[in-house]
């Protein structure tokens, strides 16, 4: 049974259909977190992510986005907006997760041009405006966490273009931490490691010779899990998190040590 108080926090999760975000959406409504999650094509993905989070007795919606189309981003703002209404009565949300992302592996010799935009307009254009548009629904006192890698603090071939725009977010979290916080909104980056999902291709997870690279190179001997990332962004969305702000939180297993 959903079960809903007027002080139960809202977060919106972007790409909480699947992966790491899926993950976290299911860490939070385990802590007493609502959720609103975005997905970009998988419906039925979605819909299974909403039955999860309603499962753990918390209330869940799914609306589709493309965080790289920043044109529907108005349209989704008034979607978010009605399921806001129709859903909790309430006209603001508690908690932002910018995860919504994809990997491009190719040396920085080869990476084309489209293949550049491509990232910039997921991992850097798009979190920066659809953060700023949803200003207006973040309630003050809110939090907003921001998803990098360990490549912006390592480097690996093939990663370039990708490692720069996570780069990008870990300095635009600083400045909104610094601007938003005359509003009480505490702004963090979590950057995980190499972790053993779909993302990429699903490379780590599905080619042994990478993930053993990757496990012996890292100090708890093995490749990360959607389990170690989900409950590390949930914990700086738990209460007794609060003064934790304008922070970079790797979680790595202690990868390139």
């Given at each position: 049974?959903t079960?809903t108080?007027?002080?139960?926090?809202i977060?919106?999760i972007?790409?909480?259909?699947?992966?790491?975000?899926?993950?976290?959406?299911?860490?939070?409504?385990?802590?007493?977190t609502?959720?609103?999650?975005?997905?970009q094509r998988?419906?039925?993905?979605?819909a299974?992510?909403?039955?999860?989070i309603q499962?753990l007795?918390?209330?869940?919606v799914?609306l589709?986005?493309?965080?790289?189309?920043t044109?529907?981003f108005?349209?989704?703002?008034?979607a978010l907006?009605?399921?806001l209404?129709?859903n909790w009565?309430?006209?603001?949300?508690?908690?932002?997760?910018n995860?919504?992302g994809?990997?491009?592996h190719?040396?920085?010799?080869?990476?084309t041009?489209?293949?550049f935009?491509?990232?910039?307009?997921?991992h850097?254009?798009g979190?920066f405006f659809?953060?700023?548009a949803l200003l207006?629904?973040i309630?003050d006192g809110?939090?907003?966490?921001n998803?990098?890698?360990?490549?912006?603090?390592?480097a690996?071939?093939g990663?370039?273009?990708?490692?720069?725009?996570?780069g990008?977010?870990?300095?635009?979290?600083?400045y909104?931490?610094?601007?938003?916080?005359p509003?009480?909104?505490?702004?963090?980056?979590?950057?995980?490691?190499?972790?053993?999902?779909?993302?990429?291709?699903g490379v780590?997870?599905?080619?042994?010779?990478v993930?053993?690279?990757i496990a012996s190179?890292?100090?708890?001997?093995?490749?990360g899990?959607?389990?170690?990332?989900g409950?590390v962004?949930a914990?700086?969305?738990a209460?007794?998190?609060?003064?934790v702000?304008?922070q970079?939180?790797?979680?790595s297993?202690g990868?390139f040590l």
């Amino acid at each position: 049974m959903t079960t809903t108080t007027a002080t139960t926090p809202i977060a919106l999760i972007t790409g909480g259909s699947r992966g790491l975000g899926r993950n976290t959406a299911l860490a939070l409504a385990a802590q007493g977190t609502d959720v609103v999650l975005t997905y970009q094509r998988n419906a039925e993905e979605a819909a299974a992510a909403v039955a999860e989070i309603q499962a753990l007795g918390r209330r869940a919606v799914a609306l589709q986005l493309d965080v790289g189309a920043t044109a529907t981003f108005p349209a989704f703002v008034g979607a978010l907006r009605a399921a806001l209404a129709l859903n909790w009565d309430r006209q603001q949300f508690d908690f932002l997760v910018n995860n919504a992302g994809f990997g491009v592996h190719q040396p920085f010799a080869e990476t084309t041009e489209e293949q550049f935009d491509q990232l910039v307009n997921v991992h850097f254009k798009g979190v920066f405006f659809l953060t700023q548009a949803l200003l207006p629904l973040i309630a003050d006192g809110g939090r907003i966490v921001n998803l990098s890698s360990g490549l912006a603090r390592f480097a690996l071939p093939g990663y370039a273009a990708y490692a720069a725009m996570k780069g990008g977010v870990e300095v635009l979290t600083r400045y909104l931490a610094k601007e938003l916080g005359p509003r009480g909104i505490r702004v963090n980056v979590v950057a995980p490691g190499a972790i053993a999902t779909d993302f990429g291709g699903g490379v780590v997870r599905d080619n042994a010779q990478v993930n053993g690279f990757i496990a012996s190179q890292t100090a708890l001997g093995r490749v990360g899990q959607p389990d170690d990332i989900g409950p590390v962004i949930a914990s700086l969305l738990a209460p007794g998190t609060g003064w934790v702000n304008a922070q970079r939180i790797e979680a790595s297993g202690g990868m390139f040590l």
